[in-house]
């Protein structure tokens, strides 16, 4: 059934020490949807990956994930159910190699057949990766590396990927190779949930948007729909480049 | 200097360095995942030569004063100190490692001071003999007699840190080590158990420090309660000079520490009394011109 919710969350709310980042967000995300999550710098759309990952915990609300209460899970048990975080910034393992990078990606697993053939799989998606394989990861270029990144993430054999500006600090045709990988593994069968502060590039194609500000869910709909409304998005984004 | 003079001083320094090594790596090792100076780890190669002597003792009536019976020792304690060390993390370190910086040296100050001071309240301060039946038998070079038991000394030390480097560079658990070193965030979301991993750090890096004090116990005859101040503090020093965080940098550190003081201290006109002289005027060396080390990268700070 192609309607299943297999991540949602339910009113959750997030605090940092005495500040309060998340003030109730509710979403859901569809079996094999592209769903974006969008915003304004410090609007909290990290915040909600990273509580939905268990990276911080959730203050309240409920957390699920393919129908199991997840919010009290710990971070690092998620990866192998299948919920994999492609964390802001790439945060890729510098001084490592990238092959090494890649073990790491699929550390839960103990089939190395099936690894090798999860890292296949990865080198065909990204050739770079295979040809540089040997080199330390903080060799490569920006682009490179959010493709080490999202290539580790796939060695966990996701179902859902939560992806955190992919975009970020890439020039436009990086961006556009980027994507053009976010919607191959969408149509491989990953779901995904892209927090993006360029609407514009995750509008083009996501099933489904919202709209955050300041922790709160400010306007929600079909990508398509979204996407028509610049109006609206450009009024809580603020101005934001294609 | 006469050859036969490098070499004696080649091969004690060669022994003493394969100690510091095996301390300053346990030193490193924890300084990379959890970037604390851990202070207890000279007073865990101080209890770690202990327990080696309690069960020598204790095996030697089946097994006599032999390498069988230091061979249990060795690895019994590194077995049981491996196991403090992670008790000691478990129930000293974690509660504080989110904490500021100072609370976590604070607590391994407090470590170090709960150990030495036990050792003392337990053995009154006492030397104890470590009598071994080793033998002095061995080869001569030149007029240097080397014994076969300073060979298997440095031997033995250097295959606990081959398999140490081994471990940590081609298996999914030393990666992950090397990786929270890293960045800790960044592993849990490779489903990385930061906790277990930090746990098996200080279960290593422990029973390595267990492994030189057996040794260096059996091969200096005694062991005392605070024998492991100064060499904790010599083990930090080849920690800093190798590059403190990286595994090949604190075997060389501890190596070329022992050389420095061997060699430094058979100088004409300076006594063997100042070979820590040696070994604190290269750290505040190292310090000054050269922080990161012979091996090490500059740690750069994460918010």
């Known amino acids: ?3 299943e919710i297999v991540l949602s969350a339910d009113q959750i709310v997030t605090r940092y020490g005495s500040v309060q980042a998340l003030h109730g967000v509710s979403l859901s995300v569809k079996r094999g949807q592209v769903v974006a999550l969008l915003g304004a710098n410090g609007a909290g759309k990290s915040t909600t990956l990273r509580t939905l990952s268990g990276l911080v ?4 609300g409920t957390v699920r994930f393919l129908g199991e209460d997840i919010t009290r899970i710990a971070a690092h ?19 490592m190699t990238i092959r ?7 550390f839960t697993l103990r089939d190395d057949t099936e690894r090798r053939r999860r890292m296949e799989h990865v080198f065909e998606i990204f050739p770079i990766l295979a040809r540089r394989q040997h080199g330390d990861a903080r060799n490569l270029s920006g682009g490179e590396q959010q493709m080490l990144a999202i290539g580790r993430a796939l060695m966990a054999g996701p179902k859902v990927l939560l992806l955190d500006e992919p975009s970020m600090g890439l020039a436009p045709q990086m961006i556009r190779e980027v994507m053009n990988i976010v919607q191959r593994l969408n149509r491989e069968g990953v779901t995904i949930l892209l927090v993006e502060q360029n609407s514009k590039v995750a509008l083009k194609f996501a099933d489904y948007g919202y709209v955050l500000e ?9 990508g398509s729909k979204l996407a028509n409304d610049e109006a609206v998005i450009s009024a809580y984004l603020g101005n934001v480049a294609a | 200097m006469t050859f036969d003079l490098v070499v004696q001083q080649l091969a004690n320094g060669l022994i003493v360095g394969s100690f510091y090594a095996l301390i300053a790596l346990g030193y490193s090792m924890v300084f990379g995942v959890i970037k604390l100076l851990n202070f207890a780890h000279g007073d865990i190669y101080m209890t770690g030569a202990f327990v080696g002597l309690v069960v020598f003792s204790a095996v030697g009536v089946w097994l006599g004063n032999g390498w069988l019976a230091v061979v249990c ?11 403090l060390g992670v008790i000691i993390e478990r129930f000293a370190y ?3 490692r989110n904490a500021p910086r100072l609370s976590i040296l604070i607590t391994a100050l407090g470590a170090s ?11 009154g301060g006492r030397h104890f003999a470590f009598n071994t039946d080793l033998g002095y038998s061995g080869i001569d070079i030149s007029a240097v007699h080397i014994t076969y038991t300073q060979m298997i000394l440095v031997a033995s030390a250097l295959i606990l840190m081959g398999g140490m480097q081994t471990f940590i560079s081609r298996t999914m658990y030393g990666k992950a080590m090397r990786a929270v070193s890293i960045d800790m965030g960044a592993s849990r979301l490779m489903g990385i158990d930061v906790d277990r991993v930090i746990a098996l750090t200080f279960f290593m890096g422990s029973a390595l420090a267990a492994g030189g004090g057996v040794m260096a116990g059996a091969y200096y005859g005694s062991v005392h309660f605070f024998m492991g101040f100064i060499m904790g503090l010599k083990a930090f020093t080849a920690a800093v000079i190798g590059g403190i965080g990286s595994v090949p940098g604190a075997m060389l550190g501890g190596l070329l520490l022992g050389l420095l003081e061997s060699f430094g201290s058979s100088l004409p006109f300076v006594g063997s009394e100042w070979r820590d002289v040696f070994v604190f005027g290269a750290l505040i060396l190292f310090l000054v011109f050269k922080p990161t080390g012979i091996l090490g990268r500059s740690v750069v700070e994460r918010v």
């Not at chain 1, 048990?77 to 001084?95: N, Q, S, W």
């Not at chain 2, 060795?74 to 196991?83: D, F, K, R, T, Y």
Request: proline share 7%; glycine share 14%.
């Open chain 1, 1 to 3: 059934m192609d309607t």
């Open chain 1, 100 to 106: 090494e990078n890649l073990d790491l990606g699929s």
């Open chain 1, 214 to 222: 300041a922790g709160r869910i400010v306007l929600e709909g079909p």
């Open chain 2, 113 to 123: 001071m709960v150990l030495n001071g036990g050792a003392l309240a337990l053995t």
């Open chain 2, 73 to 83: 020792a060795l690895l019994a304690s590194m077995l049981v100190v491996g196991l």
């Open chain 1, 77 to 95: 048990r998620l990866p192998h159910k299948g919920l994999v975080h492609v964390p802001e910034g790439r945060r890729i393992f510098g001084e």
């Open chain 2, 94 to 96: 974690r509660p504080v």
């Open chain 1, 57 to 60: 915990p959730a203050a309240s």
